[in-house]
């Protein structure tokens, strides 16, 4: 066998994702986070040269045992690029560092970062014989889990909130899934996911802490290695949910596994959040002015009035926060707020400056960068990487409010 999982709660060790499955993504213990272990992982870098796809080239480094079973559109392999007018950014204010941004709006699926949690996804439930699956969704998950198990040739249903936009509706539609809109808010898709999930015995996404999920998007830091040449000292990105930074932290692990003695760091963490929905942000700054009390982690509240126009970053009800924020302040990190009425602003300076335009979550985590400069928590030498969430083809709102109408 080449993986087994492991509960995070009681250590219980699960088969295979064929057992995972049978007992509805949870270990008898109840917890329903477990984490993939690979039996024997092989050296690190992978032999041959760098394909389109994350799960081919990764394949050694992923829970896949037959490669035919691979669902890809060429993802994950996206372009790490040095943008140097963030570094001119840092320097007038005397900070000499190197800024890369990861591009995926250049992943092929649905040109997000959750193409390779989808395509993770796809395989893993193909090899297994899964015939239909659902999740909630704001809108990324749910075009990108539609596309690529619509080509696995698995049914997908997308519970979505009432505010998602039609343009994501339109994509799922498109490639003959299915989207139920609640009349509520995100609590209420999730609500109505989980009881098709328990009345129709259909299999449903595992949510942040998802081991598919973790697995696709911890391979972010061995791209940091292949492209960077070394690991960012800062890591940055927009947060919702938070199983990025989870995932960066399992494939450090994992890393260090492969690479014993190796002089390799966590970097730290900031992560963004804007100020229409931004509880993460608002637990982070209470805990800091107390001083990290016993316990501090497991004080966050939901945000009850959210006026926010980036559903996809809408997470009203930060549930992983206790597993999120103790990373953050383990990396010297922290967590950053922006002001979302300025985003258009920062997407002119990007468009002017770079020739790209990127969608609003992603110029959460732009603008956070700024603000971090401002704040001092970029330090001379640092080596930054913004990983941004997703390109503007489905954000005309956003579109237009930084280009103009035509």
């Not at 090899?127 to 659902?134: F, L």
């Not at 947060?239 to 890393?255: M, N």
């Not at 926010?308 to 597993?323: D, M, V």
């Amino acid at each position: 066998m080449k993986y087994q999982l492991r509960c995070k709660k009681c250590g219980k060790v699960i088969n295979d994702f064929a057992t995972w499955f049978q007992q509805d993504q949870k270990c008898e213990c109840g917890s329903d986070y477990a984490e993939v272990e690979y039996l024997e992982l092989p050296p690190f870098p992978p032999q041959g040269q760098a394909t389109d796809s994350f799960q081919d080239y990764y394949f050694d480094f992923l829970p896949l045992t037959h490669r035919e079973n691979v669902v890809s559109f060429g993802e994950g392999m996206v372009a790490i690029e040095r943008w140097q007018h963030l570094e001119a950014a840092a320097k007038a204010m005397g900070i000499d560092c190197e800024v890369y941004v990861c591009r995926n709006d250049q992943n092929r699926g649905s040109g997000t970062f959750k193409d390779i949690s989808a395509a993770m996804a796809a395989s893993v439930l193909k090899e297994q014989g899964v015939k239909e699956y659902c999740l909630a969704s704001t809108g990324n998950a749910g075009t990108a889990f539609a596309t690529y198990l619509a080509k696995a040739g698995i049914a997908f249903t997308q519970f979505a909130p009432s505010f998602i936009d039609a343009d994501s509706v339109e994509t799922i539609r498109r490639v003959g899934q299915k989207v139920v809109v609640s009349t509520g808010g995100y609590g209420d898709a999730k609500a109505e996911a989980a009881g098709f999930h328990k009345n129709h015995h259909v299999l449903i996404s595992g949510g942040n802490t998802d081991p598919l999920r973790i697995e696709s998007k911890r391979t972010l830091v061995f791209e940091c290695l292949r492209q960077m040449g070394c690991l960012p000292t800062v890591y940055m990105q927009a947060v919702a949910g938070g199983t990025s930074p989870l995932a960066f932290e399992k494939g450090f692990r994992d890393l260090c596994e492969m690479m014993p003695g190796g002089d390799y760091q966590l970097p730290r963490m900031m992560l963004v959040q804007q100020d229409e929905c931004d509880p993460m942000v608002t637990a982070w700054e209470k805990a800091t002015a107390a001083g990290f009390p016993e316990g501090w982690e497991q004080q966050y509240e939901a945000k009850k009035d959210m006026h926010t126009r980036i559903g996809i970053l809408t997470a009203a009800n930060p549930g992983n926060y206790p597993l999120v924020a103790p990373l953050v302040k383990r990396t010297e990190g922290t967590f950053i707020r922006v002001k979302e009425s300025e985003l258009p602003q920062y997407g002119r300076t990007m468009l002017k400056e770079q020739n790209v335009l990127l969608g609003p979550a992603s110029m959460v985590c732009y603008a956070g960068y700024y603000e971090a400069l401002r704040q001092g928590h970029i330090h001379n030498g640092d080596k930054v990487l913004l990983n941004t969430g997703e390109g503007c083809d489905r954000s005309k709102w956003f579109n237009e409010e930084v280009r103009g109408k035509d």
